[in-house]
């Protein structure tokens, strides 16, 4: 490693410059002013990944299982965004959504997310009938459906904006283009080194998303698990057929995977988002379909976990792929929800790497995953709702290492 050009010293470090990272700093410095912080991103700006990438939506706690960290997180976290955009001018919208089964099969299904929806406290979820579901989204075509009016839109970017205007209005810094290489803990403190610098902290907060089982290795944290990247592509509605969507429109999904499946999002600068699929990337930071790295790609045929699922969900696979590489099939999928779509409705349009860990034994986390070894907390799997729990998210981390800091 190239020796450092300067020591610098902090109460808390906190690695990654994404939403919950930046809402870990917020909620530690408004709760402890007088803490000395820096955050450390690796890009040179916020947000450049998971958080930069994704659709954009407020997501209300429906799929989640009752009791489980993204259930807490998300209800607690849905308050508390909500709040901030409006104390801080960041555009956003409750507009609720719809969520169709196209088929009876899928009734029990739609049933069993209903139970959950209740379960998990959502005043206002119900249940629509076919012809119900087209007062809600005229286009839209199932056999049963269920509203949910605490679904919503907001401008992620504009709330990291404000999130690291805060942080350094409350004596914060933030460094970026500033990638953690190494991380030493010690009995009293602990180094987060850089190529060019090393800070000194008493307290270490790793929100490394794509990043975060290797700088949770670097203390020996997530031996058990790894990341495995999974791209999400989208299109966006051409102009003329914006009228087919109102809002937002979703399938029913499988419980047993962490994905929602092909769906329609209104964002909040009007524009239409349909995806998103869910393939598996060549790199972890591939946004393109020909982004290849050979270690990522490496560690993620030799994990066993990733066998384990490969052989057991290989069909389902190949069918995100064969959307992937055929615009014809991802609008039949489409279609399902919206019959009156047709292939010349959409244009390409931008891709998520979604941070997704996998067991050593093959089961994808289904829930947040957060350790804490001596003086560093390691964020380890935060994917969706994350961002819409981050300000929760950000508190308990704050209060799981704050006791020592002083």
């Not at 009876?104 to 206002?124: D, H, I, K, P, T």
Request: hydrophobic share 40%; net charge neutral.
């Amino acid at each position: 490693m190239t020796s450092p050009t300067s020591v610098d010293r902090a109460d808390v470090v906190i690695v990654g410059g994404g939403i919950v990272g930046l809402a870990t700093a917020y909620a530690l410095l408004k709760n402890r002013p007088q803490l000395t912080l820096i955050v450390l991103e690796k890009e040179s700006k916020l947000g450049a990944h998971q958080t930069g990438h994704n659709s954009g939506v407020i997501h209300s706690g429906l799929y989640y299982k009752p009791g489980s960290l993204k259930a807490k997180n998300c209800l607690e976290g849905y308050a508390r965004l909500l709040q901030f955009c409006r104390e801080n001018g960041v555009a956003h919208e409750v507009c609720g959504k719809v969520v169709v089964a196209t088929s009876s099969g899928e009734l029990s299904q739609l049933e069993m997310l209903y139970q959950r929806g209740l379960a998990n406290s959502l005043s206002g979820i119900r249940k629509i009938s076919s012809a119900e579901i087209k007062d809600f989204e005229p286009h839209c075509e199932g056999v049963s459906g269920l509203f949910v009016p605490q679904t919503g839109i907001v401008d992620y970017g504009a709330m990291i904006q404000v999130l690291s205007e805060k942080i350094i209005g409350m004596g914060g810094q933030i460094l970026l283009n500033r990638q953690v290489v190494e991380t030493m803990e010690r009995s009293t403190e602990v180094i987060a080194c850089t190529a060019t610098s090393e800070i000194v902290t008493k307290r270490l907060v790793s929100c490394g998303g794509l990043q975060s089982d290797r700088l949770a290795n670097q203390t020996g944290s997530a031996k058990d698990l790894q990341i495995v990247p999974f791209r999400g592509e989208y299109f966006e509605l051409e102009n003329e057929a914006r009228h087919l969507v109102r809002n937002l429109i979703y399938p029913v999904p499988d419980l047993n995977f962490p994905f929602l499946g092909v769906h329609f999002t209104r964002r909040i600068d009007g524009t239409i988002e349909c995806g998103p699929n869910a393939v598996l990337a060549f790199a972890r930071e591939g946004y393109r379909k020909t982004d290849f790295s050979l270690r990522d790609f490496s560690e993620t045929l030799f994990w066993p976990g990733f066998r384990k699922i490969a052989r057991k969900y290989w069909r389902t696979g190949l069918g995100e792929y064969h959307r992937s590489f055929s615009k014809a099939a991802f609008v039949r999928a489409l279609q399902k929800l919206v019959p009156e779509l047709e292939e010349k409705h959409l244009k390409p349009a931008g891709a998520g790497v979604r941070a997704q860990a996998c067991s050593r034994d093959g089961q994808l986390l289904d829930d947040f995953e957060i350790r804490s070894t001596g003086r560093v907390t390691h964020v380890c799997n935060a994917p969706s709702p994350a961002a819409t729990a981050s300000l929760a998210i950000g508190e308990a981390i704050a209060s799981m290492v704050s006791v020592d800091v002083g």
